[in-house]
């Protein structure tokens, strides 16, 4: 299973907001679910939907993890 982030790298300043959509692609019978996860969730947040906030200065990832 795999997924696909778009768009990719965003610079964005306090307060902006960017939507992320994601692609998945599956082998067999695996679910094509997964949730959207931030790595510096004081510097940068996502909600289910994939909307990315940016909520202070510095550096931060979003990843959408595959879930069972």
């Given at each position: 299973?795999?997924?696909?982030?778009?768009?990719?790298?965003?610079?964005?300043?306090?307060?902006?907001?960017?939507?992320?959509?994601?692609?998945?692609?599956?082998r067999?019978?695996?679910?094509?679910?997964?949730?959207?996860?931030?790595?510096?969730?004081?510097?940068?947040?996502?909600?289910a939907?994939?909307?990315?906030?940016?909520?202070a200065?510095?550096?931060?990832?979003?990843?959408?993890?595959?879930?069972?």
């Open positions: 299973e795999a997924v696909t982030v778009g768009p990719s790298a965003r610079y964005l300043a306090p307060g902006d907001t960017v939507r992320l959509t994601a692609r998945v692609t599956v067999g019978d695996l679910p094509a679910t997964f949730a959207w996860r931030a790595n510096a969730p004081g510097i940068v947040s996502v909600d939907t994939g909307l990315v906030t940016a909520r200065p510095g550096g931060g990832g979003i990843f959408a993890v595959p879930t069972a």
